[in-house]
């Protein structure tokens, strides 16, 4: 595939400058990077023409040449004599004038063959910039970003502004097609910081910064969801005795318990890892689910019984004595 290639050049003090007819006092100055100031004195101005002479060392048959003034293009013309053969681009102006003082410029722009392959000159360009990472001490931690590559470009890492020394044992730096990478192995508070990665090349140069913030690992506590080791049980019972259902539970943090009769709470002092719920004196109506339930920030647990309570048998006996009627029971 043909790909143009262009530059801008003029005259410098190597190229010829004639001036027919005449030999007129002149001066030939470069000025910024490849243009030529061409500047005459004023006392001789009368009648001058100036040829202005261009030697291509490289060129071909699909060369283009064109002549600026400033920023004005120059075509041929009773004032301009433009002309190109075999590599060699001239201008000839006639009657020179104060008011043509000033920059020529002499613009070439050439093919070149190339396997299907498109010249591009430019300075480097993050495609994928670099990102903030976060780690805890010991853990490795990978930077990476995508480059343009036409031409290759040199990549430079550093942190805090200070380049990045080879270290295999700490550092790895690795590219494939445009992807550059660093690897920072077993990472530690020192590590922490602004991390650069610089890009250049013959046309300029790219660069982008992330930050690494490293962190210790955090204290991590033993814990456990609450565990039963004894759990309640049924119980039945007569009327008026006293009742106490007793369990054992176990946690970290220490789980907080909550004791309920059908579904509705009630109160209990535990004491140690063995909680007792005591009944004095039952009743009939003390007959019920009884449930527990332990709780920490890790989970819960509950464990339930039922109490079963037997009312006496009550037997009513009347007796006569002297006109008194006595009445007992049998329990």
């Known amino acids: 595939m043909a790909a143009k290639k262009s530059w801008d050049t003029g005259l410098n003090s190597d190229r010829q400058v004639k001036v027919p007819g005449r030999n007129a006092t002149r001066n030939v100055q470069r000025t ?7 500047s005459w004195r004023r006392q001789n101005l009368v009648e001058l023409d100036i040829w202005l002479v261009l030697c291509l060392q490289h060129y071909d048959k699909n060369t283009e040449v064109t002549w600026y003034f400033g920023s004005r293009k120059l075509t041929a013309s009773h004032k301009y004599e433009i002309n190109y053969a075999n590599g060699v681009a001239s201008i000839y102006v006639k009657d020179i004038e104060e008011c043509d003082d000033g920059l020529y410029r002499c613009k070439v722009v050439t093919e070149e063959r190339e396997d299907n392959t498109k010249i591009l000159q430019r300075p480097p360009e993050f495609t994928l910039p670099l990102y903030n990472r976060t780690a805890y001490i010991g853990e490795d931690v990978r930077f990476g970003v995508t480059i343009t590559v036409h031409p290759e470009p040199q990549v430079t890492w550093l942190k805090a502004g200070h380049r990045i020394k080879p270290d295999p044992a700490k550092y790895t730096f690795t590219s494939d097609k445009g992807l550059y990478q660093l690897m920072i192995h077993n990472v530690e508070l020192v590590d922490d910081g602004e991390y ?8 300029g140069e790219d660069s982008c910064k992330a930050r690494l913030t490293v962190t210790p690992h955090p204290v991590v506590e033993d814990t456990m969801r609450p565990m039963f080791k004894r759990l309640l049980a049924n119980i039945e019972c007569v009327e008026g005795q006293s009742v106490q259902f007793d ?13 309920e009769k059908d579904g509705k709470p009630l109160e209990c002092r535990p004491q140690g890892n063995e909680f007792t719920l005591l009944l004095i004196e039952v009743f009939p109506e003390d007959a019920a689910q009884y449930t527990c339930e332990a709780k920490n920030d890790y989970g819960q647990a509950s464990s339930s019984a039922t109490l079963n309570v037997e009312g006496t048998i009550t037997q009513s006996h009347e007796c006569v004595y002297k006109n008194w009627t006595f009445t007992y029971h049998i329990v």
């Open 247 to 259: 369990l054992r539970v176990s946690g970290t943090p220490p789980p907080t318990l909550k004791w």
């Open 196 to 203: 650069t990665v610089v890009a250049n090349n013959k046309f």
């Open 32 to 38: 910024g990077s490849s243009p030529w100031a061409v």
